[in-house]
């Protein structure tokens, strides 16, 4: 990893699209639309939310560019966009190295603690 | 997709992992710390901050479980922790057949746009 990364182009993008990531109702919105295209009413039904509450939380996705809507006011369709998730998916690549080896060194960890117990014996028995 | 996504119960930690993510200097130090553990006024050092506004983004880091630091107050290191950045980037995996599909036809669509452009004249000449 490189410490060019700190001035990253792609950083106010970056802030925007983990910014509209960071609640569980959009997520589920964006979910919703990898399926295809759907006007607000429809996206609202799975919700105890108003459709003006939807409405907020799909100008909040279409401000960091992970979804586009029709500008025909009759059914205005919103669909997924695909480059800011692409975007979020490379920043995150980069850790995936990372990751893999600490979460292999936990395994092995995990593996190590599981032997000597299995040598181990207790100084309490049962019978007593 | 499932839209049983829809009660995920990482979705509280995805919330804060997400919100730590929004922030170019979170990011930064996740990046610097991906190289090794570190102090406080090395963390502090490539940033035109103070150490307590670093210690201020750190705090939202630990709360979302994307660092650890050591209780010693001599040197407080900070390591970055795996497993929120392994789930941000496994809800993320669910969306990459959408976006290289879309990514793909957006590539199509524009060797199709080059292709007509070579072949189409213009109504109008240049001399009138």
């Keep these: 990893m490189e410490l060019t990364g700190y001035q990253n182009l792609t950083s106010r993008r970056l802030d925007m699209t983990f910014a509209a990531l960071a609640d569980p109702t959009r997520r589920a919105i964006l979910a919703r639309l990898a399926l295809g295209e759907a006007p607000v009413n429809e996206l609202a039904t799975p919700f105890a939310m108003s459709q003006p509450a939807?409405?907020?939380?799909?100008?909040?996705?279409?401000?960091?560019?992970?979804?586009?809507?029709?500008?025909?006011?009759?059914?205005?369709?919103?669909?997924?966009?695909?480059?800011?998730?692409?975007?979020?998916?490379?920043?995150?690549?980069?850790?995936?190295?990372?990751?893999?080896?600490?979460?292999?060194?936990?395994?092995?960890?995990?593996?190590?603690?599981?032997?000597?117990?299995?040598?181990?014996?207790?100084?309490?028995?049962?019978?007593?």
């Design 54 to 128: 939807i409405s907020k939380h799909l100008k909040v996705l279409e401000r960091a560019g992970l979804i586009s809507r029709d500008r025909d006011a009759q059914r205005r369709l919103s669909r997924l966009e695909a480059k800011p998730l692409a975007e979020a998916t490379e920043w995150l690549a980069d850790y995936r190295k990372f990751w893999e080896r600490s979460l292999a060194r936990l395994d092995d960890l995990l593996v190590d603690l599981q032997k000597p117990k299995k040598k181990k014996r207790k100084h309490k028995s049962k019978k007593h």
